[in-house]
């Protein structure tokens, strides 16, 4: 499975580090949402 990194991705792999970078940006942008909303309510 580490063998295929340095050729072409298999397509599984290739859908689940997409979902990992969606849901990681989405968690960014939510904590950083929340913590402009706290300083702009405080």
Same mark, same amino acid.
């Given at each position: 499975?580490? $063998? $295929?990194?340095?050729? $072409?991705?298999?397509? $599984?792999?290739?859908?689940?580090?997409?979902?990992?970078?969606?849901?990681?940006?989405?968690? &960014?942008?939510? &904590?950083?949402?929340?913590?402009?909303?706290?300083? &702009?309510?405080?």
């Amino acid at each position: 499975m580490g $063998t $295929t990194a340095s050729g $072409t991705l298999p397509q $599984t792999n290739e859908q689940h580090s997409g979902w990992v970078a969606v849901v990681g940006l989405l968690a &960014l942008v939510g &904590l950083g949402g929340y913590a402009l909303y706290r300083k &702009l309510r405080a």
